[in-house]
């Protein structure tokens, strides 16, 4: 089975990195600096336990040879048309597409270009990130299991040759029958993250040692029912955000208190835009 691994930051790097470990017949799709960085150095892969380091085949936009039966794609959102354009033609008849990019609308821009049936579902779990120097780094000890499947929810020997190949290469890894749940489940936990990082302008740690970040937290709660109190879509119930019953009255959407004070620079130093919510005083900004 070969597969081209479309980017080679820290998730294409770091599971394109354990299918050549595995013995997978692996070639990565990369801009040319990314390309200069691996040919000088090879791909590289820095976690607490060691390091791992191997020559690896790159192959550039408009160089992309094949037929390719798993095309990995770990490219951002906004590469992804340009990224299907690349590596369009090197996709065998009978091969997939196995995305892990965060969200959902990516599987129906696949599908749309290849058919359902060559697309698969896929979520990726690295908390990793790629240095100046092009090593795929390890924040923390952290899980890095990846888990697949068809879109229909059916067992198929791909998926079970690509479970092989992952395995072979020390991966933890699963082939799902419901992949598309897993999809919205990663993507719901990461869409809440983001907000309070947004509204806090601060990571996950910072904001849990913060003296106001767990009442913050707390209270994104209290947010979520009023947004589904006052949910506009048709056919939606109005439900009052106290009593839970119906709610005439329907209402403004919740961030409008946001807006209600202009926000003050340097609330946390360091950061260029300043934070809607002040962690060290628990005030709204």
Not at 9 to 24: D, S, T
Not at 146 to 153: T, W
Not at 186 to 215: D, H, I, Q, W
Not at 219 to 241: E, F, K, Q
Request: with cysteine; charged share 20%; proline share 6%.
């Amino acid at each position: 089975m070969g597969f081209l691994i479309v980017g080679a930051g820290a998730l294409g790097g770091y599971y394109g990195g354990m299918l050549v470990k595995g013995g997978a017949d692996v070639t990565f799709l990369v801009r040319p600096r990314r390309a200069a960085q691996l040919a000088e150095n090879g791909l590289v892969i820095r976690r607490a336990d060691g390091e791992f380091r191997t020559p690896v085949k790159t192959v550039s936009a408009g160089a992309v040879d094949g037929p390719y039966d798993v095309v990995l794609l770990a490219c951002k959102a906004y590469d992804l048309v340009a990224a299907i354009d690349d590596f369009a033609s090197a996709l065998s008849p009978g091969g997939a597409v196995l995305p892990i990019l965060n969200g959902i609308n990516h599987i129906e821009m696949l599908a749309a270009r290849f058919g359902r049936e060559r697309v698969l579902g896929g979520v990726g779990m690295v908390n990793a990130e790629l240095s100046p120097e092009g090593v795929v780094a390890f924040r923390l000890a952290a899980d890095t299991h990846i888990s697949y499947g068809e879109l229909d929810g059916q067992h198929s020997g791909r998926c079970e040759e690509i479970r092989a190949a992952f395995a072979a290469g020390g991966v933890p890894n699963a082939v799902s029958d419901r992949i598309l749940a897993e999809m919205w489940g990663k993507f719901c936990g990461y869409a809440a993250v983001a907000t309070l990082a947004t509204l806090t302008r601060a990571r996950s740690g910072e904001v849990a040692a913060a003296p106001s970040g767990a009442a913050f937290v707390r209270s994104g709660g209290g947010a979520a029912d009023r947004g589904r109190a006052h949910d506009r879509r048709p056919g939606a119930p109005r439900r009052s955000p106290r009593s839970g019953g119906p709610d005439p009255a329907g209402g403004a959407v919740q961030s409008a208190d946001l807006r209600r004070t202009p926000p003050r620079a340097g609330l946390i130093t360091g950061r260029r835009h300043p934070p809607a919510f002040c962690l060290s005083s628990g005030e709204r900004q």
